[in-house]
């Protein structure tokens, strides 16, 4: 049976952002929000932190018509 004082540890959640251009995200999060990129997996989702913070960075198809 289970033993009892055992917790479980959750892993801390981390958001998911979606952006239409991940190269312009990217820069974004890093150059005005001093975030730093961790990793990139090509042009589909990165992972970004800044003081124990992390972000993911994920491609959405844009909308038709917008420009944004």
Do not use: C, H
Request: positive net charge; hydrophobic residues 35%.
């Amino acid at each position: 049976g289970p033993k009892i004082g055992m917790t479980t540890r959750l892993p801390n959640p981390i958001p998911q952002i979606p952006v239409s251009e991940p190269e312009r995200a990217i820069s974004f999060y890093q150059s005005r929000l001093g975030f730093a990129l961790d990793w990139k997996y090509g042009d589909s989702i990165a992972g970004v932190s800044r003081e124990g913070a992390q972000l993911f960075l994920f491609m959405t198809r844009r909308r038709r018509g917008s420009k944004r």
